[in-house]
């Protein structure tokens, strides 16, 4: 807000290059005056007027400035904030009593207000009339579930303290730094329509995003180093940096050392099945192989055949284990990998299993029973007695 003097001339400065960080950022032309919200202190019964008779830019503060050639725009009263809705009840638009030409010898102002009423009223006009009657925005899927909407519907957005219907145009999984459940509005259409509502403004920016103009662009590198050296930035994050931290350390110390004691469990209890279960079936086949002996079976072929059993079952039982263990994988790491917020990561996790580490350790779990059935075939081979396991088998 600007104070003006009570009469007279005077020139109002806005520093549009604060709104957006200058010198970090600066405002992308072309730019429009959106609606002028005036603050009176008017005596009840007296008036005043507010004429706006030309507008000029300059870089800086302490530069020259340009005047600039633009025609009246369209004005519309607009009920302020506090005033409940309607038209402004102590304004008017003045016509031009000066013809085509000002006292001076100049263009028409490019606005000419009248106001009264008591103290403290306010008076607000925007230009292009009261704007778009909703704003569109982009919403995501678990925002349009919250929210029990579709695509094409309108729902309610609270800006700047004031509800603003938001017209769903598209639906997204996620939003960059936003997560799962969020909108963005266009904000234009939003700062037009809040402005025709007595001159709000949209809520200040929190977070910037600088785009780079190819993957060597030096700018947003260079932009992020001046932020860090200054003290009011509290968090600057790169692309690049962001996508190497996620590739380098995927998972923190916790989750990594509980992965890892699980595997190593698994590993451990499924060799140990694996063994129990051939030198259990060893056993059993040995009472059936001491018949076939007797009935003039070859020991070889009994003992290829033992073997050959134990690789079947051990094989159908490592590939089942290792496509449920990628399976499990695939799905718990997305769930315990999370920004510092808390939040899940956008993009999200690509899971990578590595082929070759993970068909290595397979293999190292089988080793264990297939080794067992070999070598319980071999003994069972060379120290077999076929007599006695008959009579073993006519006892039972």
Same mark, same amino acid.
């Given at each position: 807000m600007v104070r003006l003097p009570d009469s007279g001339d005077a020139t109002a400065a806005f520093n549009v290059g604060s709104l957006v960080d200058a010198p970090v950022g600066s405002a992308a032309p072309p730019l429009s005056i959106a609606g002028v919200l005036v603050s009176h202190n008017t005596s009840p019964g007296n008036a005043g007027q507010l004429a706006v008779r030309g507008i000029s830019v300059a870089r800086d503060g302490s530069g020259p400035a340009v005047p600039l050639r633009v025609t009246a725009p369209a004005w519309t009263l607009s009920a302020p904030a506090r005033s409940g809705g309607g038209a402004s009840p102590n304004g008017i638009l003045l016509p031009d009593d000066q013809g085509h030409q000002d006292a001076s010898g100049g263009a028409p102002p490019l606005l000419r207000l009248g106001y009264n009423g008591g103290a403290g009223s306010e008076v607000a006009v925007t230009t292009g009339g009261a704007g778009a009657a909703d704003v569109p925005g982009i919403a995501t899927h678990a925002y349009l579930d919250a929210v029990d909407a579709k695509v094409g519907d309108v729902v309610p957005v609270t800006l700047a303290g004031t509800s603003v219907p938001v017209r769903i145009t598209a639906a997204v999984g996620s939003l960059p730094t936003a997560g799962d459940a969020a909108v963005a509005v266009d904000a234009a259409t939003a700062g037009r329509l809040l402005a025709a509502?007595?001159?709000?403004? $949209?809520?200040? /920016?929190?977070? %910037? %995003?600088? /785009?780079?103009?190819?993957? !060597?662009?030096?700018? /947003?590198?260079?932009?992020?180093?001046?932020?860090?050296?200054? @003290?009011?930035?509290?968090?600057?994050? $790169?692309?690049?940096?962001? &996508?190497?931290?996620? $590739?380098?350390?995927?998972?923190?110390?916790?989750?990594?050392? #509980?992965?890892?004691?699980?595997?190593?469990?698994?590993?451990?209890? #499924?060799?140990?099945?694996?063994?129990?279960?051939?030198?259990?079936?060893?056993?059993?086949?040995?009472?059936?192989?001491?018949?076939?002996?007797?009935?003039?079976?070859?020991?070889?072929?009994? @003992?290829?055949?033992? &073997?050959?059993?134990?690789?079947?079952?051990?094989?159908?039982?490592?590939?089942?284990?290792? &496509?449920?263990?990628?399976?499990?994988? !695939?799905?718990?790491?997305?769930?315990?990998?999370?920004? /510092?917020? #808390?939040?899940?990561?956008?993009?999200?996790?690509?899971?990578?299993?590595p082929a070759g580490e993970t068909l290595l350790l397979t293999a190292a779990i089988a080793a264990v029973p297939l080794l067992s059935a070999v070598l319980g075939s071999t003994r069972n081979r060379n120290v077999m007695n076929t007599a006695a396991r008959l009579r073993h088998v006519e006892e039972m």
């Open positions: 509502r007595g001159g709000l403004e $949209l809520p200040p /920016p929190d977070e %910037w %995003w600088l /785009p780079a103009a190819s993957a !060597h662009d030096r700018a /947003p590198a260079e932009a992020a180093a001046e932020l860090r050296a200054g @003290a009011r930035t509290q968090r600057v994050e $790169l692309r690049e940096e962001v &996508a190497a931290g996620l $590739l380098d350390d995927p998972l923190s110390a916790g989750p990594q050392a #509980a992965l890892a004691a699980l595997a190593l469990a698994c590993a451990v209890l #499924a060799a140990i099945g694996f063994a129990a279960s051939a030198a259990a079936a060893a056993r059993e086949r040995g009472r059936e192989f001491a018949i076939l002996l007797a009935l003039g079976a070859p020991r070889r072929d009994l @003992a290829r055949t033992a &073997a050959a059993e134990s690789g079947v079952l051990v094989g159908l039982g490592a590939g089942v284990g290792l &496509a449920l263990g990628a399976a499990i994988v !695939h799905l718990v790491v997305p769930l315990v990998v999370l920004t /510092p917020a #808390a939040r899940r990561p956008v993009p999200e996790v690509l899971v990578d299993l």
